[in-house]
């Protein structure tokens, strides 16, 4: 982005297509509170947009496939990238069995069973947060931390509660 303004590298809004599908409550509070975190706090960039931010950001599914839509605030278009989701299914998957085992352990184990757990968790989360930041590179400049934001958001479009 010319001008080095990385203030308006940023998402201010991210809408779940109707491909996505609802689901339970509580999922559908997990996706929220997803949403709110990545738009909070973001550094988000489509590589070679010279005209810049903010984004708005609009996910949808197409046959196993997870699409970007980004456009500007105004709703212009700037670019579509399609991710498949291959990648991200035995992570994700894994990802859900620690999250019940630790939900589990916070009810009936020890605090050191309960970290032990929790730092298998994080390990997960960030080995999903890498893969994603690896897949949208050359597509989407983001940093680690919005990669993290964005693979909890991943996550929580297959919990189906």
């Given at each position: 982005?010319?001008?080095?303004?990385?203030?308006?590298a940023?998402?201010v809004?991210?809408?779940?297509?109707?491909?996505?599908?609802?689901?339970?409550?509580?999922?559908?509070?997990?996706?929220?509170v997803?949403?709110?975190d990545?738009i909070e706090?973001?550094s988000?960039?489509p590589?070679?947009?010279?005209?810049?931010?903010?984004y708005?950001?609009?996910?949808?599914l197409?046959?196993?496939?997870l699409?970007f839509?980004?456009?500007?605030?105004?709703?212009?278009?700037?670019?579509?990238?399609?991710?498949?989701l291959?990648?991200?299914r035995?992570?994700?998957?894994?990802?859900?069995?620690?999250?019940?085992s630790?939900?589990?352990?916070?009810?009936s184990?020890?605090?050191?069973?309960?970290?032990?757990?929790?730092?298998?968790?994080?390990g997960?989360?960030?080995?999903?947060?890498?893969?994603?930041l690896?897949r949208?590179?050359g597509?989407?400049d983001?940093?680690?931390?919005?990669?993290?934001?964005?693979?909890?958001?991943?996550?929580?479009?297959?919990w189906r509660g």
């Amino acid at each position: 982005m010319s001008g080095g303004d990385h203030s308006r590298a940023k998402l201010v809004d991210v809408e779940l297509d109707e491909t996505i599908g609802r689901s339970t409550p509580d999922v559908e509070h997990e996706r929220a509170v997803a949403i709110f975190d990545l738009i909070e706090e973001n550094s988000f960039a489509p590589v070679g947009d010279d005209q810049g931010g903010p984004y708005r950001l609009k996910l949808s599914l197409a046959e196993s496939r997870l699409v970007f839509a980004i456009s500007r605030e105004d709703g212009a278009s700037v670019v579509t990238h399609i991710l498949s989701l291959t990648p991200f299914r035995r992570i994700v998957k894994d990802y859900y069995l620690i999250c019940e085992s630790y939900y589990e352990a916070i009810r009936s184990s020890t605090p050191s069973h309960i970290e032990a757990i929790d730092m298998g968790r994080r390990g997960l989360h960030n080995e999903g947060s890498q893969t994603l930041l690896e897949r949208l590179s050359g597509k989407i400049d983001i940093d680690f931390d919005t990669a993290r934001r964005l693979f909890t958001l991943v996550c929580v479009l297959h919990w189906r509660g």
